[in-house]
Every structure is written in structure tokens, then in C-alpha cells.
């Protein structure tokens, strides 16, 4: 059928050139799509995403919690969503047309929506707002985000036993604390079980570009790392490593599909519980702005999706450390960590605090080169 | 020395749709006709390709559909180029809006999706040899075929008989037609040939390279091809040096960074471009020599009735 459609356009096109006349240079790109029929006075709930939905990936994750919570809230709840909105100006006029058409929550699921959520804000005090990954709250705009860290860590332990360079490869979007904490996370737990382990980052200065994530995964393959994983929204990593015989951990969503040999776990984020309590919250008029930060004993990061060819124990290893950190027994920046610098971060037996993981902007001992300056 | 193969070879590879979609313009514009519409029909043939691949499961069916598709837009141009005589360049910029528009909007349920999984690319055994495996024998077919069809351009243009008539209509189209050449007709067909590698170079992007389809995704790779051409004085050797070397500085950037080299990554991303232009600059700096290699009848309709 999609062929049909494809040469039906391109016919089409093709007429209305002939005719003389001129075809626009790109159709819009982002429609808000009503996703229910509205019914006597149900909740508004729109939702900006950063990147088409896909089938696998960060905006794949998010569209899944906001389906969660329609499915958990029924009628009382109808949820809009605009996909691949560009961080800048054109977010802020989305989030705005949201509001002006009634939304009475909205969430934003991208770090670079925070200033213009909050702009926005300030235009429609009655509306409440949401903003996923950042650090600036109002009184109508609430934060909330995953301990990431958590999962890298035990997806850590899991490439330390696994690896046979001793090299492993990380593609990273921007160099913003949330990432490097993964960066991080990811480093001292493969030192945690193989103290040779050593992690080459390369940064495309994308969430999500396929074509360019790729050619980093190559690149680091091409420098000896056997495992690769990223922090950047599509599959083209996972999909690198396959072709190229390598292993990898998949981000996001379980990407075994377009990996089957080549991934070894998947490292996934879970929103549906938090929409659905927040939804409900204001549903309820006792919604306040919070600063939420949810982590696996919340249900909203775990590593999952292993591979059927890793070794039990190695897997029982992974998720003995998994569980340590679900029951608070156990936190993935507890000292000695030592900068890759030499410098010290934390003393044995000393772990960071929130304010400090929110400030990272360093690399730990185990990876190599230097953080590039201004992520922001 | 092992990651300084893998480097070469991940530059012939990055390198490879440029060459495809700059040999077929070589083409065309030997004939006289400049098609600025080559972005627009690697788009075009990228998201055929890719929606073709993603329904039937079939690489090969994607390919095919990506030349048919290449090929049809070399159509449209060349009916308003050849049969119209409409301005060459106002009619490509138009094929390339068209292309970029068209492929977003029929991409739009596409992106994001995935191909099924590949195996690894090249020669089996041979691709896992230190240094030269990867070099020479770990590529994905099309990387040789791009070789081997360079090769084959420069031997018709400048060996057979075919390609002397086909540059006798590019340096003075009325000694052609007053030879009994048809000079549309060869123009067409080196124009259909054009979109037939532009058609190679957008599905090899959107299913080997990438292998997902996202808007826009030549990311400039058409424009690159066309100015390659120019640079490189319409000599398909020197093509072939400034769509590897533009390959190996992307890659590059990349590698470097790896290493833990330290420099703004915008610049890193400006290199490729930078490079590219500087070399061929330096290569062909004559301008005589630009203007010698240069087929005469550039850009110049032809009216054999006129």
C-alpha cells in the first residue's frame, strides 16, 4: 500500500510541475494529531517530542508512557502529541499553540525545551507544564527525569565482563551532565569487574542523526572498541555494531531487532506510571511543581532484553548489581572515584549527592580524552 | 597501522556516494546540460529505496526502485531541458525542491523505522586479514560497483567511439547535428544515465550507509557531487580523489575524537567542505585549464530547429 501511495505522490507531483506550477520546498512537518475524540470535559494532555516516534528510541519510550496513561485514565484524559520539533524557536511555538488549544497539561520531553517551557509558562499561568531532563522549575512547571546512571552502571558491569579489547565505545549526543553521568556510570561499572577497561566517547553534537551516529560507532569500532553503546536517539548504532560483528548495548528501547547478534542488553527508560500519577494529580487539583527523579526502584530504568548467548553467571552478575541499586543498597557514584585527570572526586566510601551528579562535567579515570567545553 | 586502514576504508565507504552521484553528472555535463536537481533525485531515490526495502524485505528490489525513481525525475528534467528549452539551472533547482519535498512527505511514515538486520559486508575471510581486509574486502557490494562504473566512464568517454560522440555534443552540438548526431537524443540518454546514478547514490545512503531514512538525510551530498565535478575539471580520475578525500576528512573529524583530540567539533564538522574545495582548488588551479576541460556548450540549450 505505502508503494501505491509513494507513486501516486510522486505522479501527482509530477502534474502539478507540468501544470507549471510550483511545489512548496517541504511540507509542514509537525501537525498535532488528536489522538481520542473528545468527551464531556475530559483532561487535555498534550505532548512534545524532540524526534519522529519510530519504533525504537527516546521519543518511542515517551510515546509509550503517554499510550500507558491513556490507557490507564480511559475517558477521563485525551492526550495530543507533536513529534520531531526542533529544540529552539519553532519548539516554543508549538508548545504555545498546545496551550492556546486547550491543553491543560503538557509535557516536554526534551532537555532543549526548557527555555521555552518556561516562556511559555509565564503566557498561560493556568496550564501546567512538565519539562523531562532539565533543571529549571515556575510555579506552573515542574521537572522530572530518570536516574539514567543506574542502568548505565550495571550495563557497565555487563561490557567489563564481556569485552576482549578492553575497549569500549560510547557515542554521546551532547556533553550535558545527564550524559556524562552515563558516561561515567558506564566507566566505573566495567572497572568495577575489569580495572583494564577503558571507554572512548565520540560526540555528534545531535539527539538524532542517523547517518552520523553510525559513522561515530565505525570510527570507534575502527579504534578497537568490541562494544558499543550511545546515548543519541536511533538505532544506528545497534545496527553498526551487527554489520561489523561487534557487540553492543542498546539505549532507550530494546533494539534486538535491528541487532539480533550484536546486542547484548538494552538499557530502557519507563514513563507511563509517572504520566499517569501526574495526569491524575491534576485531575485530582493537587498537582504541585516537583522535582522528580525516578530510578529503578521507581520502574523507570532497567536493563533488560539480554542477549540469549551470554553466559549465566555473567548475567546473574548483572542483575545481583541491577537489584543492589533497585533496593538502595547500593549507589553507582560511591567513592574512590578519581578523575581522569588524576584529581579526586570522591574519597572511599563517599557518595555524590544529587547537586553534584547534576553538575558533572568531567570524565572519571577510565576514559579517555577530554570533555569538550559549552554542551549548552 | 590497523585503525589507519579502517580509516581509509570507512573514508572509501563515506566517500562512495559521492562518487556515484558525481560520475553520472560527469556524464551529463560532458554532454553540455547542467541538472542542479541531483540532491533532489538522491532524495527522491533514497526514500524509494528505503520504503521499497522496508515493504518487500528485498535489497535488491530497493535499488531497482531507487534508479527507476532517479531516472524518472532525470525524465522531467530532461523534458523541460531538452523538449522545452528551459533554463537548465531554474529547472534543476526546481527538480531539487521537488525531490526534497516529495521524499519528506513520503518519508514521513518511514522515519524512525528500521531495515531488517544485514550481515557483515564484503568478502568472507578474506575481510578479517590485518590491514588489507578491511581495505580491500570488507565493502558492501556497491562500494565496487562505484569503482568499477568510474572505470567504465572513462574508458567509454575517452576510449569508444560512444564517448567521443557523446563530447563532440558537449564542445559544439551544431558540428554534431550537422553530422547527423542526435544531439538530444544523446543528451537524454546521458541525463537518464545521470539519474540512474543518482538513483544508486540515494538508495546506497538510505540502505547500506545509513541505513534509515530521516528528512533530508543527503545531508548536501548532491551539491557536494556537483561542485566535485567542477573541481575536478570533468576528469573522472580526479572525481574519484575528491569523493574519497571528502569521505576521509568526515571520517576523520570522527576518529580524532576518538583519540581524545581536542577542538570545537563545529569546526571538525566544517573540514569535509573545507578540504575538499581547498585540494581540488589546488589541483585544477589554472583556470585555463578549468575552462579547457570545460565542454563548451555548458548549460546551453539546443534547437536543432532553430
Redesign the interface.
Given at each position: 500500500m505505502?508503494?501505491l501511495?509513494?507513486t501516486a505522490?510522486?505522479a501527482a507531483?509530477?502534474l502539478a510541475?507540468?501544470c507549471g506550477r510550483?511545489?512548496?520546498?517541504?511540507?509542514p512537518?509537525a501537525e498535532a494529531k488528536a489522538v481520542l475524540p473528545a468527551k464531556a470535559e475530559p483532561l487535555k494532555v498534550g505532548f512534545v517530542y524532540v524526534?519522529?516516534?519510530?519504533?525504537?528510541?527516546w521519543?518511542?519510550q515517551h510515546n509509550r508512557g503517554r499510550e500507558q496513561m491513556q490507557a490507564a485514565l480511559g475517558e477521563k484524559v485525551t492526550t495530543s502529541f507533536v513529534e520531531?520539533v526542533p529544540e529552539g524557536a519553532d519548539a516554543e511555538r508549538v508548545i504555545r499553540d498546545l496551550a492556546a488549544q486547550g491543553h491543560k497539561l503538557i509535557f516536554t520531553t526534551s532537555f532543549g525545551f526548557m527555555n521555552p517551557t518556561l516562556k511559555v509558562a509565564e503566557e498561560f499561568p493556568d496550564v501546567k507544564f512538565e519539562h523531562a531532563t532539565g533543571y529549571k522549575s515556575a510555579a506552573n512547571v515542574g521537572t522530572y527525569n530518570v536516574r539514567f546512571y543506574e542502568g548505565r552502571y550495571a550495563a557497565g558491569v555487563l561490557a567489563g565482563k564481556m569485552t576482549k579489547t578492553n575497549t569500549l565505545?560510547y557515542v554521546g549526543a551532547f556533553p550535558i551532565p545527564e550524559v556524562l553521568q552515563g558516561i561515567n556510570a558506564f566507566t566505573l561499572g566495567a572497572r568495577s569487574v575489569n580495572p583494564k577497561a577503558q571507554v572512548?566517547?565520540?560526540?555528534v553534537?545531535s539527539w538524532?542523526?542517523?547517518?552520523k551516529e553510525?559513522?561515530?560507532a565505525?570510527?570507534?569500532?575502527?579504534?578497537?572498541a568490541d562494544i558499543v553503546t550511545h546515548h543519541t536517539d536511533?538505532?544506528?548504532v545497534v545496527?553498526a555494531a551487527?554489520?561489523?560483528?561487534r557487540m553492543a548495548v542498546a539505549y532507550h528501547s530494546d533494539m534486538s531487532?535491528?541487532?539480533?547478534?550484536a546486542q547484548l542488553a538494552a538499557v530502557t527508560h519507563h514513563w507511563g506510571e509517572y504520566y499517569t500519577k501526574t495526569a491524575q494529580s491534576v485531575l485530582d487539583g493537587n498537582w504541585k511543581p516537583s522535582n522528580i527523579w525516578g530510578g529503578m526502584k521507581d520502574g523507570m530504568i532497567k536493563v533488560e532484553a539480554f542477549n540469549a548467548s551470554l553466559p549465566k553467571d555473567v548475567v546473574d552478575q548483572v542483575e545481583a548489581k541491577a537489584a543492589a541499586i533497585k533496593a538502595g543498597e547500593f549507589h553507582p557514584f560511591t567513592g574512590p572515584i578519581a578523575g581522569n585527570d588524576g584529581r579526586e572526586i570522591a574519597a572511599k566510601g563517599v557518595v555524590l549527592t544529587d547537586e553534584q551528579l547534576g553538575k558533572m562535567d568531567y570524565y572519571v579515570q577510565g576514559v579517555?580524552?577530554?570533555v569538550?567545553?559549552a554542551g549548552k | 597501522m590497523d585503525a589507519a586502514a579502517t580509516l581509509a576504508a570507512a573514508s572509501i565507504a563515506a566517500g562512495t556516494p559521492m562518487l556515484l552521484a558525481a560520475i553520472g553528472i560527469l556524464v551529463h555535463e560532458r554532454t553540455g546540460v547542467v541538472n542542479l536537481g541531483v540532491e533532489g533525485m538522491m532524495l527522491a531515490a533514497a526514500v524509494v529505496a528505503f520504503a521499497v526495502t522496508h515493504d518487500s524485505g528485498s535489497y535488491a528490489l530497493g535499488f531497482a526502485a531507487a534508479m527507476l525513481a532517479g531516472v524518472l525525475l532525470a525524465a522531467v528534467f530532461a523534458f523541460f531541458a531538452l523538449v522545452l528549452h528551459a533554463n537548465q539551472y531554474a529547472t534543476g533547482l526546481a527538480i531539487a525542491l521537488l525531490g526534497a519535498g516529495a521524499s519528506a512527505f513520503i518519508g514521513l511514515p518511514y522515519s524512525g523505522q528500521g531495515l531488517p538486520a544485514r550481515g557483515a559486508d564484503g568478502v568472507a575471510l578474506l575481510r578479517e586479514l590485518p590491514v588489507i581486509g578491511p581495505l580491500l574486502f570488507g565493502h558492501h557490494l556497491m562500494v565496487y560497483a562505484a569503482l568499477v562504473l568510474v572505470l567504465a566512464v572513462a574508458w567509454m568517454l575517452f576510449r569508444t567511439r560512444a564517448g567521443l560522440v557523446l563530447r563532440a555534443v558537449g564542445e559544439s552540438p551544431e558540428s554534431a547535428h550537422a553530422l547527423g548526431i542526435s544531439v538530444r537524443g544523446v543528451r537524454l540518454a546521458a541525463l537518464l544515465f545521470g539519474g540512474a546514478c543518482a538513483g544508486l547514490a540515494g538508495a546506497y545512503l538510505a540502505t547500506v550507509y545509513t541505513p534509515l531514512w530521516a528528512e533530508n538525510m543527503t545531508a548536501g551530498r548532491g551539491w557536494i557531487a556537483l561542485a566535485l565535478v567542477v573541481f575536478a575539471t570533468w576528469r573522472p580520475a580526479r572525481v574519484l580523489v575528491g569523493a574519497y578525500l571528502f569521505g576521509g576528512v568526515t571520517m576523520l573529524q570522527l576518529y580524532l575524537q576518538g583519540i581524545g583530540v581536542e577542538a570545537p567539533s563545529q569546526l571538525m564538522s566544517m573540514a569535509p567542505y573545507l578540504a575538499t574545495i581547498v585540494v581540488l582548488a589546488l589541483i585544477s588551479r589554472n583556470p585555463r585549464w578549468i575552462r579547457l576541460n570545460m565542454p563548451a556548450s555548458l548549460g546551453r540549450p539546443f534547437n536543432p530547429n532553430a
Open positions: 505505502r508503494i501511495r509513494w505522490v510522486v507531483s509530477m510541475m507540468a510550483q511545489e512548496p520546498p517541504a511540507p512537518k524526534s519522529p516516534i519510530g519504533d525504537a528510541g521519543t518511542t520531531k565505545g572512548r566517547v565520540i560526540w553534537n538524532y542523526d542517523p547517518g553510525r559513522d561515530a565505525n570510527a570507534l569500532i575502527g579504534q578497537g536511533s538505532s544506528a545496527a551487527e554489520e561489523k560483528g531487532r535491528f541487532g539480533p547478534k579517555i580524552g577530554k569538550p567545553a | -
